[in-house]
């Protein structure tokens, strides 16, 4: 393999401009333009992140290259008065030999020896491996209908941005080379948060994670020798921190290029495992608190995502993700009142994947750091939760009076899935998150204003989604007389959980 297509020259990362457009960059002209690019423009989450994560871990190498104590300090002259971009591209150009796409030695984040390796030498599979959105093996076919045994043609632009989100997020499972099975990418599962800013210098800012304390160097792939087959035999090691976390090589690869220079098939095995160690978690994971201990925050099916927001939230037995509190001081400092922040990834159940999703949210900057206005939300998300319980209640036993037998087991079970088909938790939940940020935001100006506020929201928003409810039954006296039933538990849920309206005469 000789050296072709660098990744500091050649475009390949997708990025929208101040300007509007979308086009796609090299590595030294993105960072020359990052005060001109808005974001990447990426649109699969898996992939987003990871190039997020690859542009951490360039600038914070390169920032620690040149200042090895940079702090708050350095960040927000950086911030106010000029992007360092020098500093980034003379540590690029130090390094431009390990970021060959295709090269006999060190192709970027793929493993050479698997050219070379028995097992692996002659063995290709198509390039829809790393590819999380394609079907491959033996997964089922929902939309994409690839083959195999004939895959299409990619370019190696869009191969490398596959790789970059597959090493991150792939799930762990069989692989069968080398190893039987290998460990899940460091964003396996995982609801990663990034602050944002309002350009992509900005941004990388605000995610930069701290320099190291002592002394100690976290390297990325590209500063460490290239992987052997020796390496991919060995059991999984812990991180160093999070530059190694950024740049695992999750997976062993190697593209096969095309004599048209398109990438069809590529060489495949167990990679370099990362063991998790819980008292160092990825500086993107959020965690909430479980039954058994802390859980990792992800995307679950039909509950947007302002619902975990006690996971990003300080203190109450959640643990945020590192990286908001480096953003929170840095923007604390700068005056900044409001924190913007994209939560992206894709959830799994073990190797089955579920979901992929990208959210933003503006937090209060207060959230972040008033423990009161903490506490505040929090009790404001527990209420709406605590009151969406009561209405399924009421609502599970108003469909069931309405089906034969309505006491037996089997028809509360039936009527519990009716209600998750029916529009009332859509409706309510729709309601409450169109007032959600703006009480938020009231909250430090006065937290007893806004609790009326949001009960008065949750109060609407409940007999909205019971009306809602009962419509699809379809009317009837049946229904009529299960209402009655239902309602004054619905009504007694109102009084007792929306306090703050019972002083004001708002719940009658």
Known sequence: MTKRLNLLDEPWLPVRMVSGGVRELGLLALFEQASQVVALAETAPPSLMAQYRLLL???????????????????RHWYSQGFPTEVITTYLEAWRDRFWLFHPEHPFM????????????????PWTQIDLASVSGNAPVVFNHSLDSAPGAISPSHAIRHLLGFLQCTPGG???????ADKAGPLANTAASLPLGETLAQTLLLGLHPASADGHEDLPCWERPALTVANLQAAAVLATGPNDRYTRQTRAVLFHSEEDG???????????????????????????????????????EGRALWRDLPALLPDGGSRPAAILENATSLNKSLGKKQLRLLVAGLASDQAKLLRWRVEQLKLPLALL????????????LE????????????????????LPDSQQKDTRSRARTLFAAGPAAPLFFARAECALMATLTLIEQDADAAERQWQQVLKEAVLAAWEAQLTSLGGGANVWRANAKAQSRLWFAIRDQLTALNDTGEVQ
């Open 57 to 75: 871990a360039i600038m914070h190498r390169a920032l620690s290259t040149q200042t090895p104590n940079w702090g708050q300090r350095e960040l």
């Open 110 to 125: 793929q493993v050479a020896e698997l050219a070379t390796a028995p097992e692996t030498c002659d063995k290709f599979k």
């Open 174 to 180: 069989l692989v069968k080379v080398f190893r039987d």
């Open 262 to 300: 398109t990438i069809r098939w590529l060489r495949f095995a167990a990679g370099m495992g990362l063991e998790e160690y819980p008292h160092a978690p990825d500086p993107m994971a959020s965690f909430r608190e479980g039954s058994n201990g802390p859980v990792r925050l992800t995307f679950s």
């Open 369 to 380: 750091e008033l423990p009161k206005a903490t506490r505040a939300a929090r009790q404001m």
């Open 383 to 402: 209420t709406a939760e605590t009151l969406f319980g009561s209405l399924k209640g009421a609502a599970v036993q108003l469909i069931a009076d309405t």
